[in-house]
């Protein structure tokens, strides 16, 4: 561990300080000092995620992959805070390690806390043929039935209650129905599909882990189901899995600029208009967050005219676009470029064209919109849109709107004269109160 520190350049109170920061990534709050770090270094062992989150650190300031065990912090087994590294690139076998890690009774709590690690690389594409499987078990149309239904459940689960809704369900769902599935025989035609909807549901989960701020245990997953989808040969697949990652990136407030413009690049020829929006979108919202002002605007322009902002919602999961998410990231691109007219016009757009039963949506729009109109000045109007985006928020199970809401709460703070205002933050106190994220850790 001193050697470590040397090599990384970092005394022990910087490495206190840097463990606090990359906790708070993940919404978790660690008060650890220099007095913390003397001690690991004369043999104490810090809980989980603290050998984690350290490893992590190394790994930043070194550049260079720093596994847990050789931080000498960890009593166990590394964790699998690389599976597809662990594994040698199978997809199925780091799922298996992944699901394991994240149903057992010992091992659940560290998984869930794993840093999200900005040295990871998504898995590149290759052209290689799936490996077929050997077990004894053959599938065919009913099991690609089973998990087609799965995944509109899944995604209908998360759209109408929130990413912490069914998420230990999904996992144990993977971890016995889909490993069988994977290990099955199939004609080669049902294996290509039976990968590519196990992808999807990887993704989806990916998709509730992220949601309940576990972000490193979200990029373990995405990872695994951009591998599922080259083995499965679908690029257009691949490539909104790219996106989402990027998506995350961005969401945990680093760069994530170079990964959409990789997801764009991946995409097939031929992919749908839609998807292409939906790409474009994204590309559109890291440009403005990297203070691209002209490549922004574009790529949103683009973006809209791949759409054309009309049309029926996708029928099923991973299928297209709905015209509401296209509003909802153009207002997001109009706040991050200062533009809160153009954002509140967007987002009241985005309300529109939400269905009844998207309520998580609904909730993230509204608090964005919240947020948008309290930086144009519309103190009252951003009042009465918190109290119906408390009115939603009530019936889902999501830690990342949790967050906004006590982001919210801070900015309605300096208008506390108001009574509109002090009615709103009553109601988000009440809200806290009911819905303690329970992801925090206090040392």
């Known amino acids: 561990m001193k050697r470590l520190l040397s090599e990384a350049g970092l005394s022990g109170e910087a490495l206190a300080r840097s463990v606090n920061s990359a906790a708070a990534e993940t919404s978790r709050v660690l008060r650890y000092t220099r007095k913390s770090v003397a001690s690991w270094l004369a043999g104490s062992r810090p809980p989980a995620p603290v050998p984690a989150l350290v490893a992590e ?27 597809l590294r662990a594994t040698g690139g199978s997809a199925r076998a780091a799922l298996a390690m992944l699901t394991a890690a994240d149903t057992g009774a ?31 078990r053959q599938v065919g149309a009913g099991e690609l039935d089973a998990v087609a239904y ?28 889909g490993a069988a599935f994977l290990a099955a025989r199939a004609d080669p035609g049902t294996r290509t599909r ?12 990916a998709r ?26 679908d690029r257009t697949l691949y490539a909104v899995t790219l996106r989402a990652m990027s998506a995350q990136l961005s969401q945990l407030g680093h760069q994530g600029t170079d990964l959409a413009a990789r997801a764009l ?82 987002l009241a757009a985005s309300l529109r064209h939400r269905p009844a039963q998207a309520r998580r949506a609904q909730a993230l729009t509204l608090a964005r919109l919240s947020e948008v109109l309290l930086l144009d000045g519309l103190v009252d109007q951003a009042c009465a849109s918190t109290d119906r ?36 933050v009553s109601r988000l106190d009440g809200y806290a109160a009911h819905h303690a994220p329970s992801t925090h850790l206090v040392v």
């Open 208 to 233: 509730m882990c992220a949601d309940c701020g576990q972000a490193g245990a979200a990029q373990q997953y995405f990872n695994v189901a951009a591998q599922l989808a080259v083995e499965a040969r």
């Open 389 to 424: 985006l408390l009115d939603t928020c009530g019936r889902i199970r999501c830690p990342r709107t949790a967050d906004q809401l006590l982001e919210l709460r801070r900015r309605l703070l300096p208008h506390a004269r108001r009574p509109q205002v002090r009615s709103a």
């Open 57 to 83: 650190i190394l790994t930043r300031r070194t550049g260079r992959h720093v596994t847990v065990q050789e931080t000498g912090l960890a009593l166990v087994p590394d964790q699998p805070m690389d599976a």
């Open 106 to 136: 010992t091992t659940r709590g560290a998984f869930r806390a794993l840093p999200f690690r900005l040295t990871n690389v998504p898995p590149v594409w290759t052209d290689a043929e799936p490996e077929p499987a050997a077990g004894d």
């Open 265 to 346: 690049s991946a995409a097939p020829e031929d992919s749908p208009p839609s998807i292409r929006a939906f790409l474009m979108s994204h590309l559109a919202v890291v440009h403005a967050a990297a203070g691209l002002v002209r490549p922004s605007l574009s790529a949103l322009s683009d973006a809209m005219a791949l759409h054309g902002g009309q049309g029926p919602d996708p029928s099923t999961p991973f299928s297209g676009y709905p015209v509401a998410a296209l509003h909802y990231q153009r207002g997001h691109v109009h706040q991050t470029l200062g533009d809160y007219g153009k954002s509140a016009l967007a």
């Open 150 to 177: 799965a995944i509109a459940y899944y995604a209908e689960t998360i759209n109408t209650f929130g990413g912490a809704h069914g998420r230990t369900a999904l996992a144990a769902y993977l971890a016995t129905d």
């Open 194 to 205: 039976i990968l590519g909807r196990m992808s999807q549901l990887t993704h989806l989960l």
